[in-house]
Structure formats: C-alpha cells, structure tokens
C-alpha cells in the first residue's frame, strides 16, 4: 500500500517564525489532505489539495503529484498554530493513509 | 452544515463489555469512514460506506467490531468484548464522494478507554 512519510516529526518555533512541513508518498493519489489536530483530538481541514498550489491566509500548500510530494507552508507563527500537522492521501479506493504528523511547538 | 456529530464523545468501559458509538456525518454526504487513533500515531482506517453498502473493511476490523448504516445516514460502529488493546480515539469522516473530489471531513472523535 501507499507509504506517507512527513517530516519533520517535531518542530519548535519561536512566534512569527516561518515554517515549511513536508509529505512524501510513495504512489500516486487522487486525494491529499492537510489536517491540524487540536488539543482535543478534532481533525481540522486546512487545504484538499491533490495537485497545484493553495493559500489561505497565512496558509499555503503545494502538491507535486509527479514527484509525489506536498508542502506546507505557515507564515508569522502563532502559538495558536501549535498542534499536530496531519498529511493524508488515498488512491482510487477513497480511505486515506495519514502520515505520522509533525508535532508543532510555537513559543510566545 | 452542522458538521460531523459523533456520540458519545468519551466512554469509559471495562473489559469485556460491549459498547457501540454513533456517528452523524454532513447532510447529504454519501460516504461516511471510520478510523482509530492511538496515542502518538496518525489515525488508522478501518471501514467505509457508501450509502448504505460497506465497501471496504481494514484487517484491523477483527470480528469483535461491525459496523453499520442501515439508511444511509447514520452509521453505528460496536465492539463487542472489548480489550484493553480497544483502547482509541474512534474517529468518523464523511465526504461527498464523486469522480475527482473526496474531500473527508471529520467529527470530534469518541475516546473509549477500557480497563
């Protein structure tokens, strides 16, 4: 099956920092998430992004299909952003195969 | 759009009870997913429906745990004789599944500990 590896497993950053989180696949997707995880376990969707580039305020990711990776992009940290970075993708079977997160550390 | 509802959001049990959870997805959502987190791992898929036909089970799904959505809308999932090893973050997601978009979207999760 589909390998996801994300890396860096942990990162710590000072606030206003900038930051890039990677995801490498193994095969290729029809689908791939970005995720952030609250404290609370809530899994919240940051960009679906298959292919191409997306920005969301100071959120952005790319998705290289052809050599199968993503990026994600955070700009001006926020402690707020501190969390657990989910990258996750499926195939034409539709279940997605998550990666095992970078766990983010913002300090004010 | 309330979003994905499940229930309970945490439960408590002791080995060998059966429990069974519940998850609400979005209004009009096709597919609905079930996936298991453990402490420290990325979540684990372990089913999915489409309407109310169950597509595809994970080998982690042992016979102790089935799942269902008898109308397409709600789905229950239950463990029967649960062990220490149930111990998870159950996670639900549903998505409005078509050709090219399969954008999940997940509910809070319900966290069963057993002892």
């Known amino acids: 099956g589909i390998q996801v590896e994300q890396s860096p497993p942990d990162l710590i950053l000072q606030e206003g920092a900038n930051s890039t989180l990677r995801c490498n696949f193994s095969?290729?997707?029809?689908?791939l998430q970005w995720f952030h995880q609250n404290p609370w376990g809530q899994l919240i969707n940051l960009f679906y992004?298959?292919?191409g580039t997306k920005q969301n305020g100071r959120l952005s990711a790319t998705t290289v299909a052809t050599e199968r990776y993503s990026l994600l992009y955070i700009s001006s940290s926020q402690t707020t952003d501190s969390g657990v970075y989910f990258c996750a993708v499926s195939s034409n079977t539709g279940k997605l195969i998550f990666g095992q997160g970078t766990t983010l550390q913002v300090k004010p | 759009d309330t979003g994905v509802s499940q229930n309970p959001r945490h439960k408590i049990t002791k080995r060998g009870q059966n429990v069974t959870f519940r998850c609400d997805p979005i209004s009009e959502h096709n597919r609905l997913y079930w996936y298991r987190q453990t402490l420290g791992q990325g979540p684990e898929f372990l089913t999915y429906f489409q309407n109310e036909a169950q597509l595809e089970k994970s080998r982690l799904l042992s016979d102790r745990f089935s799942a269902e959505r008898p109308k397409g809308s709600f789905s229950t999932l239950e463990i029967q004789r649960t062990e220490q090893g149930d111990s998870a973050m159950y996670l639900c997601?549903?998505?409005?599944?078509?050709?090219?978009?399969?954008?999940?979207?997940f509910g809070p999760g319900t966290r069963l500990t057993v002892l």
């Open positions: 997601a549903s998505s409005a599944y078509r050709a090219g978009d399969n954008e999940q979207f």
């Open positions: 992004i298959p292919s």
């Open positions: 095969d290729s997707v029809n689908n």
